[in-house]
């Protein structure tokens, strides 16, 4: 079964602010967006977060807002960060903050409250897809506890159980769920524990931005 694959908030951990997107929207994709807050000249509006990085984000909006404005986000209640927009195309605008905000803390439920599942978090890394006897070498471009996504030359089969092996995890038992292009959608068989996800994340950004060796 080729399941319609969901296009949800995507955040990243790099510093550096959303760049305008390459392509326009595929209407194939089934929106769940998260809802930000932006305060423009002391008015407040709401907009569409598509993606969300330690240095900015970049957010489809319902108002015209030029290049340069300076704006505040609010993307926890009570708590907003500052920036000015970018670039604009369309009804989609860049922002970048004034300082970098620690993306991890913001998207992790608070030790007292809910434990929701994470939303999809940025890679740019090798996963191994096992598929019976078939090994395949693809790239991950996102990972939430509940499953990943690949990008992958060789075809993998809708609906077929895999272990996917990503660099310091144990192999992880999993299903394709669909596919767009060389785009897959792998649901894990059982949620990652969410303790073990911000720690393979943080170890993962720990080692982007260790300094390289001479």
Not at 6 to 19: C, E, K, W
Not at 30 to 58: F, H, K, P, Q, Y
Not at 107 to 128: E, H, N, Q
Request: net charge negative.
């Amino acid at each position: 079964m080729n399941e319609q694959p969901v296009d949800t908030t995507l955040y990243s951990l790099t510093d550096a602010p959303p760049s305008p997107p390459e392509r326009r929207d595929d209407e194939r994709f089934v929106r769940l967006l998260r809802v930000g807050t932006l305060i423009v000249e002391g008015r407040r509006e709401l907009c569409l977060i598509r993606n969300l990085s330690a240095g900015g984000m970049m957010i489809r909006a319902y108002s015209t807002i030029p290049a340069g404005t300076s704006l505040a986000v609010e993307l926890k209640h009570g708590e907003s960060v500052s920036g000015h927009v970018q670039w604009t195309e369309d009804a989609l605008i860049g922002i970048a903050f004034e300082n970098p905000i620690d993306v991890l803390s913001l998207i992790a439920p608070a030790d007292d409250g809910p434990r929701p599942r994470m939303p999809r978090i940025a890679l740019d890394c090798t996963v191994w897809v096992r598929e019976g006897a078939a090994v395949r070498r693809t790239k991950a471009v996102n990972i939430s506890q509940g499953g990943l996504g690949v990008e992958s030359a060789g075809e993998l089969s809708i609906g077929a159980e895999v272990i996917v092996s990503l660099p310091d995890l144990a192999p992880i038992k999993a299903m394709v769920k669909w596919r767009h292009g060389e785009s897959y959608g792998i649901a894990f068989n059982h949620v990652l524990a969410l303790s073990d996800l911000v720690g393979w994340l943080q170890a993962q950004q720990a080692q982007e931005r260790r300094p390289a060796a001479d």
